[in-house]
Each structure stands twice: as C-alpha cells, then as structure tokens.
C-alpha cells in the first residue's frame, strides 16, 4: 500500500520520459497502485459521527469499490472545505450550511455536496429547567452560550427569528467550544445552543437529566439539513466512477451503522478512547434517531435531499447570517452521483 502511493506521488513530480515510463511500468506491475486513492477529511477529531465511513473502511466495502481511501481528522470545518477547496482532499464530511457559507465568501470554490448524511439539523437548544425554560418563548432575555466554530451562533439566530424570538432580546455570549458546556453545566449561562447529542455531555457533568430541556430546532421550524459529503470539482469533473464507487460504500456504512449501531461504534472507540465507548453510543443513537434516519431518509433513502425543501433552508440560513449571493438549490447539491435508492435505504426503509 505505501509502496503504491510513493509511486502515484513520483508520477506527479517533474521527470523525464524515461523516469515517467519505467514508473508507469512498475505500477502496472503492482496491484495495490491500480486502485484509485482518494483523501477523505471530517470536519473535527473522529468520533461517533465518523462511524459509517470507519465502517465501510474497516469492512473493506471501500476497497471491494477498488478504492484506497485514507480518512482523516481536520481542526475544523473551515479546515475541511478549504481541503477540498484546494484539491488537497477529494472529499469531505461537512456540514452544507458552512459549505454555503465557505462558496458565498470564495465564489472560485466550485464544489458541490453530493450526499446528505444529516437529513435534520442536529442541533437544540439545551437549557436547565430550573431556569423557568420549558419552551423557546421563555429564552427571551435569557442568557445562552453558542459558538461560531459550529454555526451554533447562525443556527440560534435562525430559530429565534422562526419562533418570534427577538434575537436581540437574547443575552447570547459567543464562547468557545470547550467551555460552551462546562458553562451550563455551571449554571453560568441559562442555555446553549449545541448539538442535540450534547446532552450525553451534559450529563457526564452531573447535570441531572430531569434539569435539563432539550428543544431540537428541527422540532420548531428550522428546515436546514445537516452534516453533507463535498466533492472537489476535480472529483466531479474527472473522477466520476471513483465517486459513485465511494458514496456507494458511504451508504452500506451507515445502513450498516442504523442497523447495530452497537457495533459500529466499536470502530471508533478503538482509534480514540474505548471508555467512552457508552458515551459516543449514546451519541450515535441519537443522532441516528433525530437526523440521519428520518422519515423522509425511510422514503427517499440515504443521500438525497428534497431541492424545494433546501431551497427553504438557503432562505432561512439567510435569516442567520449575510450572503452576498443567495445559491440555487442546483448551485449547491448535485444529485447526479447517488448510488440507486435500493442501495441505500435504511432497515425499514420501502423501495418504490
């Protein structure tokens, strides 16, 4: 395998003919350098989200596509669209809120998501109940702690403006990740807006769970999706069969994953830490039952979106942060590279 890749690197430094040719000649020779290698990047460390890619890694459905796939952590989102926006990267996990956001800012960026694996915005208002907050009305001039890094801050806006909230009636502090949860658990703020699974987080803290009130924004109106596959456009341009053959695998890894999510966690825990393996379980249910197996994810199927729906979401993004230039639906999500709906339902879910 690395014998494979140092020869797809030399081929791409300046030789001569002969240097090029007698290289050519010895990946022709080496079965391993004959599959198409592709760079997959996360958005963040690895955790339970990575779990159906790690999967289809760890089974061997990617290299059974013919593909060699590495995949990788990023610091950021902003990290893993500027991967692919560079052509570093073939492929990303990433959230197509940002990715909006990222081509609104470079409009050279020419790169599409091409599988939605976030169906739902994950994303909630978590607040303590002993606050007196049971529902987004009573968060009017309440403290709440959000984040820039995860679009926390973009999203909190969105839902207040969708449940006629006054945003600037909210005591929002901006805070850093790390701290966004230490912070309610302390009582320093009275809510946050965090991804829904936090609450296994918040807990871990010993906030009592009948302290704490979850409100997934999906629940009151945001119609945004979630966490998308992005292809460079030289992905889309000039490796079409290689993505198919990837996005293929992506979904068996997460039918795989809705199907026992028990042992798909299994794959990554025992590259992070295996005594938080309850912990990112608990994380991954939730998030398989809130956004990625949906009733519209039962019916369409893994991938898919629904453009009139994304085309309310572009809209209700724009309540939440400025666009220079509104997208089309067709400007941000091409369809054309999804597997056929029988090779990526759910368990449970009924072909047409």
Same mark, same amino acid.
Do not use: H
């Given at each position: 395998m690395r014998?494979?890749r140092?020869?797809?690197?030399?081929?791409?430094?300046p030789?001569?003919a002969?240097?090029v040719?007698?290289?050519?000649?010895?990946?022709?020779?080496?079965?391993?350098a004959?599959q =198409?290698?592709?760079?997959?990047?996360?958005d963040?460390? *690895?955790?339970?989200?990575a779990?159906?890619?790690?999967l289809?890694l760890?089974?061997?459905? !990617?290299?059974a596509?013919?593909?060699?796939v590495?995949?990788d952590?990023?610091?950021? =989102?902003q990290?893993?669209?500027?991967r692919?926006?560079?052509?570093?990267?073939?492929?990303a996990l990433?959230? *197509?809120n940002?990715?909006?956001k990222?081509r609104?800012?470079t409009?050279?960026?020419?790169?599409?998501?091409v599988?939605?694996?976030?169906?739902r915005?994950?994303?909630?208002?978590?607040?303590?109940?002993g606050?007196?907050?049971?529902?987004?009305?009573?968060l009017d001039g309440k @403290?709440?702690?959000?984040s820039?890094?995860d679009?926390s801050?973009t999203y909190l806006?969105?839902?207040?403006?969708?449940n006629g *909230?006054?945003?600037? @009636? !909210?005591?929002l502090e901006t805070?850093? !990740?790390?701290?966004?949860?230490p912070?309610l658990?302390?009582?320093?703020?009275?809510? *946050?807006?965090?991804?829904?699974?936090?609450v296994v987080?918040l807990?871990?803290r010993?906030? =009592?769970?009948?302290? #704490?009130v979850?409100?997934p924004m999906?629940?009151?109106?945001?119609?945004?999706?979630?966490?998308?596959i992005?292809?460079?456009a030289r992905?889309?341009?000039e490796r079409?069969?290689?993505l198919?053959?990837f996005l293929?695998?992506?979904?068996?890894?997460l039918e795989?994953?809705?199907?026992?999510?028990?042992k798909a966690i299994?794959?990554v825990v025992?590259?992070t830490?295996?005594?938080?393996?309850a @912990?990112?379980?608990?994380?991954?249910? #939730?998030?398989l039952a809130g956004?990625?197996?949906?009733p519209?994810?039962r019916e369409?199927?893994?991938g898919?979106v629904d453009?009139?729906r994304?085309g309310r979401?572009i809209?209700?993004?724009?309540?939440?942060?400025e666009?220079?230039?509104?997208?089309k639906?067709?400007?941000?999500?091409?369809?054309s590279?999804?597997? =056929?709906l029988?090779?990526?339902?759910?368990?449970?879910?009924?072909?047409?």
């Open positions: 014998m494979g140092l020869l797809r690197r030399l081929l791409l430094l030789a001569t002969v240097v040719v007698l290289a050519a000649a010895t990946i022709l020779a080496c079965p391993a004959a =198409p290698y592709v760079k997959f990047t996360l963040g460390r *690895i955790d339970s989200r779990a159906p890619f790690l289809a760890d089974r061997g459905w !990617l290299k596509e013919g593909l060699d590495s995949i952590p990023a610091t950021s =989102p990290e893993a669209l500027t692919v926006a560079t052509g570093t990267y073939d492929l990433v959230d *197509i940002a990715l909006i990222f609104d800012q409009p050279a960026a020419a790169m599409p998501a599988f939605m694996v976030e169906n915005l994950p994303f909630a208002v978590l607040a303590r109940r606050r007196g907050i049971v529902g987004p009305k009573e @403290r709440l702690g959000a820039t890094a679009g801050v806006q969105v839902f207040a403006k969708l *909230i006054d945003p600037a @009636r !909210l005591r805070v850093a !990740l790390p701290v966004r949860e912070m658990a302390s009582g320093q703020v009275d809510a *946050i807006a965090a991804r829904t699974a936090t987080d807990r871990a010993g906030v =009592p769970a009948e302290d #704490i979850v409100l999906a629940d009151y109106g945001v119609a945004l999706y979630g966490q998308a992005v292809a460079s992905m889309v341009a079409g069969a290689a198919r053959s293929r695998a992506a979904a068996r890894g795989e994953t809705a199907r026992d999510p028990a299994d794959v025992q590259r830490d295996p005594t938080l393996r @912990r990112e379980l608990a994380k991954l249910e #939730i998030d956004s990625l197996v949906t519209e994810v369409n199927g893994f898919a453009m009139a994304l979401a809209d209700q993004l724009a309540l939440g942060t666009l220079r230039v509104k997208p639906p067709t400007d941000v999500f091409d369809p590279f999804l597997p =056929p029988d090779e990526r339902l759910p368990p449970g879910g009924a072909a047409r």
